[in-house]
């Protein structure tokens, strides 16, 4: 056997390159966003966006985008976060919430402008927004059937996407993990987690440092969030003691599923005494687009489902949407949830500007810096969208909850004290129906040596939360406050 020759130098630098490439994945090659139009700056920290396939058959993508930390990536958890709807975009959360960047209107049919964000949750973690079910924001199938989903179905593909996800990025696997999101992601959240410990203890690789989950003014319990607008209501002085006195009476406390019709004349009278307020925050103004009225009536279906030769539309409105629809107490429950543009046969949600959102990430250039595919193929992008046809079909949330907490994973439920969507009122009583001992009494937590709100510990890790003053989107009403408790409750410390 000859001596081995000498190996030039390219030729170790090639090898050195691929163990790189191996161990880093391709995604972080291919996927940093390194400007974005309308912010001038540097990025305080890595951005990474894309598509992860999660069907290669279907042409399913799901469309991500992730800002590493700026404190600490390599220790620092991994929050993937959910905006809910359903229908609608995690890029609610980025432009209008915790993102990364605070965004300015502009002027003259300019790009909003972006400035960063001194409240972003990206000071602390590493967050990964997430498009979710397919149909949603940028994410897409070939395969027009995918867009009928549903709990079950969004869980299990959102499963998919983290395990590839993580495969994609490697060094983030020893990170603890979190899953967070809010309003419909109230289900989407506890439904996902549940996947992922069982993928855990099955041996599903790769193996996830799951550690927790956290849900605000989320949608949980069809008694339970059913039952919390009249108590609301009428602690909030938005309805008489007379008449919260008389439905109480007519009700006996079922005020989600009334089965008398002198109980249902007194809720009738509820709903009309708080149809004219923003739903979101009592505090608020409603916001009212400038364009023809809306009405409800049937629901719009989808002109996908039509390309596919549906004939079981328009649906009869069922009057109820996860706490947000017509009349406001309505609960969700089993079946098909109609999207707001479904709803209201109308693009816009209820009281909401999304103007800048949707002028920006509908933007050529925006789309191109950020590897989002042209409108020709994923569809315009909306805050809220009617491509989908969503169906409940995962029951309500207590039992998800319970299991997790019980095996051992971290739970916060947080409220915005003044959201009408999802009142306080029903996570307080269902956070307490589970039972569990409490470890920590009802007592307030503070921000800048102000009351922020109100904490109650349960036993197995389980929080109750509220933030005084806020509304339905936490962060974006209070994000001192928002950036406070999840920064505690991360790192384990006392709220």
């Known amino acids: 056997m000859g001596m081995a020759r000498e190996r030039p130098m390219f030729y170790w630098v090639l090898i050195c390159m691929l163990l790189s490439f191996v161990l880093t994945g391709a995604a972080p090659q291919t996927a940093l966003v390194t400007k974005l139009p309308g912010f001038n700056g540097t990025f305080p920290s890595k951005h990474y966006s894309g598509y992860v396939t999660i069907d290669e058959s279907h042409g399913k993508k799901l469309f991500y985008y992730m800002v590493v930390s700026e404190s600490n990536p390599s220790e620092d958890p991994v929050v993937l976060w959910l905006n809910g709807g359903p229908g609608c975009s995690s890029f609610d959360g980025f432009v209008y919430e915790h993102g990364p960047f605070n965004f300015e209107a ?84 506890p439904t996902l987690a549940y996947e992922v410990v069982k993928g855990i203890k099955g041996g599903i690789k790769p193996i996830l440092n799951f550690k927790g989950h956290m849900v605000g003014n989320g949608v949980t319990d069809e008694e339970f969030d059913g039952n919390a607008l009249v108590p609301f209501a009428h602690g909030m002085g938005l309805i008489s003691d007379e008449l919260f006195q008389d439905v109480s009476n007519l009700c006996q406390g079922n005020y989600y599923n009334p089965l008398d ?8 009278e509820v709903d009309k005494d708080i149809e004219g307020l923003n739903i979101y925050d009592i505090l608020e103004p409603c916001y009212h687009e400038k364009s023809p009225e809306t009405s409800l009536g049937n629901i719009r279906l989808p002109s996908s489902f039509q390309k596919l030769g549906e004939t079981d539309g328009p649906f009869a409105v069922r009057k109820r949407m996860f706490g947000r629809a017509w009349p406001l107490r309505a609960p969700v429950r089993e079946g098909l949830v109609p999207t707001w543009p479904q709803l209201l046969n109308s693009g816009s949600v209820p009281c909401t500007d999304d103007e800048v959102a949707t002028s920006w990430l509908n933007d050529k250039a925006v789309r191109e810096a950020i590897h989002a595919e042209l409108e020709s193929v994923a569809g315009k992008w909306e805050l809220c969208t009617d491509r989908i046809l969503y169906h409940h079909d995962a029951g309500s949330m207590i039992k998800y909850h319970k299991n997790l907490t019980s095996d051992g994973y971290r739970a916060l439920i947080f409220s915005g004290d003044h959201d009408m969507c999802v009142p306080y009122t029903g996570s307080q009583a269902w956070t307490r129906s589970v039972g569990y001992k409490v470890v920590d009494e009802w007592r307030p937590w503070f921000f800048d040596e102000q009351v922020a709100g109100y904490v109650q510990g349960y036993e197995n890790n389980l929080t109750f939360l509220t933030v005084k003053g806020s509304g339905h989107t936490v962060p974006e009403y209070k994000p001192r406050e928002a950036l406070a408790f999840y920064s505690r409750w991360l790192t384990g410390r006392p709220i």
């Open 261 to 268: 019709e002198n109980c249902e004349s007194k809720l009738s």
């Open 106 to 189: 502009g002027t003259q049919g300019d790009l909003p402008r972006l400035h960063l964000n001194p409240y972003s949750w990206s000071k602390l973690s590493n967050i990964i927004y997430l498009d979710s079910p397919a149909g949603v924001g940028f994410s897409y199938s070939e395969n027009l059937t995918d867009y009928r989903t549903g709990d079950l179905k969004t869980a299990s593909d959102s499963h998919a996407f983290i395990l590839k996800w993580f495969e994609l990025y490697p060094e983030f696997l020893s990170n603890p993990f979190y899953i967070a999101g809010e309003s419909y992601a109230g289900v989407y959240v």
